[in-house]
């Protein structure tokens, strides 16, 4: 099967609950980002493409709706007993968790009180009666992410001498999508460290090489290379093969996000393209429609 025929049946799937605008930018840029391949570079990228999911904001609603109904049935969450916080950056810059945050709160039905903004600023008082602290995070590639935002949030809790511990807390990680060996590096820290730790996902998938050789991987590190893609793996090695409405994550295959001028990424990072260039895009776009209808 040619990778256009590939791209076409899964841009088409990604657009079961809405077409928008990230997957019109995708098939504008899939020709240039497609061509000049060769036969094994195409193999190796039709598989990634058929393994690749894109998800609309629609996509998202439906997801969190289920993540959070899922999240209450099985770990008896309440406005009682509960608090949800974004994955804090470490700079303290908003990120995607916070987007994700704030429509989990617009969609779940539970009280706007239960939503703290740092989980580090939950009074003495207050903690004493929260059971589980609930992140809502978009996904997860190595885990390390959220392992050191953990740590973190400890030592603010030793620095500014207070009881609180998340030892004896339930916590709880609703993510859309996760890398499998992110679910064991969480579990693991979780023994380490003597806390209890579940995570609740929509869909979670192997890294992008899983049962490829090492001949595969040098292959797309070539690619890369020629296109001056970096963390041609995704970052930290993830090899994730995903994109959101709002944002591609890091832990994404570099050819994916990864825009330069020699690599006409299908769903750039917006760390890696100007938001001009973006605006300009689109407008190209609506102005081709326009003509098209003409």
């Known amino acids: 099967m040619k990778i256009e025929d590939v791209f076409w049946d899964c841009a088409e799937n990604w657009a079961k609950e809405k077409f928008d605008e990230r997957i019109g930018e995708a098939i504008d840029r899939f020709g240039e980002w497609s061509k000049d391949l060769s036969s094994e570079e195409e193999e190796i990228l039709c598989e990634f493409i058929k393994r690749f999911r894109y998800y609309t904001a629609e996509k998202i609603n439906n997801i969190l709706l289920e993540l959070n109904d899922n999240a209450i049935r099985d770990y008896s969450i309440s406005d009682d007993n509960s608090v949800i916080c974004p994955v804090r950056k470490h700079d303290g810059r908003r990120n995607s968790s916070h987007e994700y945050w704030n429509t989990h709160a617009k969609l779940c039905g539970l009280s706007n009180g239960i939503y703290i903004d740092d989980v580090t600023c ?39 001498k207070t009881s609180k511990s998340l030892k004896d807390k339930q916590i709880i990680l609703i993510v859309v999508q996760v890398i499998e060996d992110a679910l064991e590096k969480i ?74 001028e020699k690599n006409n990424a299908l769903f750039p990072r917006t760390t890696t393209i100007s938001r001009e260039k973006m605006r300009q895009n689109k407008k190209e776009r609506e102005c081709s429609l326009y003509e098209t209808k003409c």
């Open 187 to 260: 579990q693991m820290y979780a023994k380490e460290k003597g806390i209890t730790i579940r995570v609740v996902y929509f869909y979670a998938e192997k890294k992008a090489f899983y049962n490829r050789t090492n001949e595969d991987r040098e292959i797309i590190k070539q690619l890369s290379d020629k296109r001056n893609v970096g963390e041609c793996f995704g970052k930290y090695n993830a090899e994730a093969l995903m994109a959101f409405y709002n944002n591609t994550p890091n832990d994404t295959i570099g050819i994916f996000q990864y825009e330069t």
């Open 122 to 160: 939950i009074s003495d008082n207050d903690w004493n009666s929260v059971k589980n602290i609930i992140f809502v995070d978009d996904c997860s590639g190595t885990g390390t992410q959220f392992t050191e935002f953990l740590k973190r949030t400890q030592k603010s809790f030793i620095a500014g």
